[in-house]
């Protein structure tokens, strides 16, 4: 099975000697699941001929804010809906997951609340799961019948379904916490500093990255959510 990765970022350019990019953060998420990727880095400009050049579809995060007035994001919500319309699984993942809400009509800005960095609890349908997060921005409306799969009191938008084909979480399942800790060092100037010392004190409690990841190739897969 193909997945294409629609990339709208890049990791910090200090740290992907390291660690990569995010597409090779995802293809290490997804491994053991037969996958191959292909990426479409429409951050530059880049993208594919429609929703049939791969057999399902990613959008990654971003520095970028889905309300910023770039030609990409536009082109990008388009092919959105053209992926949801045929029927082919998308997953979106914090800057994917907002883009893929404002799309399909919903509305995403930052969170007067403040930031979430480092590692967040959020209620799964009464189970608790723990990943590493990094945003302001969030989706403060889901689009119209989307289900809300996960909240907690600082975001309570932060999974949703929407239809049978589409899965999107705030959250970061890709992010290690040495890529977490590298991430603050080069992209923290805007987090206070004391929150910095405190998600970084975080990273080092277990969490359910894994356990989301592969929920997500499950989906990738064929899986429907429940």
């Given amino acids: 099975m193909r997945i294409g ?10 740290t992907r000697a390291e660690f990569g990019d995010y597409p090779e953060m995802f293809a290490a998420l997804f491994g ?3 996958f191959s990727f292909q990426t479409f880095p429409v951050v530059d400009g880049v993208f594919p001929e429609g929703p049939d050049a791969a057999d399902g579809w990613l959008i990654t995060g971003s520095r970028h804010g889905v309300y910023e007035d770039l030609p ?5 919500e388009a092919l959105v809906r053209e992926i949801v319309a045929s029927g082919k699984p998308l997953v979106g993942v914090c800057f994917g997951h907002q883009v893929i809400a ?10 007067e609340g403040g ?12 189970e608790t799961l723990a990943m590493n997060a990094w945003h302001q921005d969030q989706v403060l409306e889901p689009p119209e019948g989307a289900r809300v799969l996960a909240r907690n009191p600082f975001c309570r938008n932060a999974a949703l ?14 992010f290690g916490p040495d890529f977490m800790r590298a991430l603050m060092a080069h992209r923290g100037g805007a987090v206070p500093p004391e929150q910095l010392a405190e998600a970084e004190r975080s990273l080092d409690q277990p969490n359910d990255s ?3 990841g592969r929920l997500l190739a499950d989906f990738l897969a064929g899986e429907k959510t429940k």
């Fill in 5 to 14: 990765i629609l990339q709208t970022g890049h990791a910090p350019d200090e």
């Fill in 32 to 34: 053991g699941h037969g």
């Fill in 72 to 76: 990409w994001i536009g082109q990008l």
């Fill in 102 to 111: 404002q799309a399909l009509g919903g509305k995403v800005g930052k969170f």
């Fill in 115 to 126: 930031w979430a960095v480092g590692r967040q609890e959020y209620d799964f349908g009464g």
């Fill in 161 to 174: 379904a929407i239809g049978d084909n589409v899965l999107t979480v705030q959250a970061h399942p890709e």
């Fill in 210 to 212: 894994a356990r989301v």
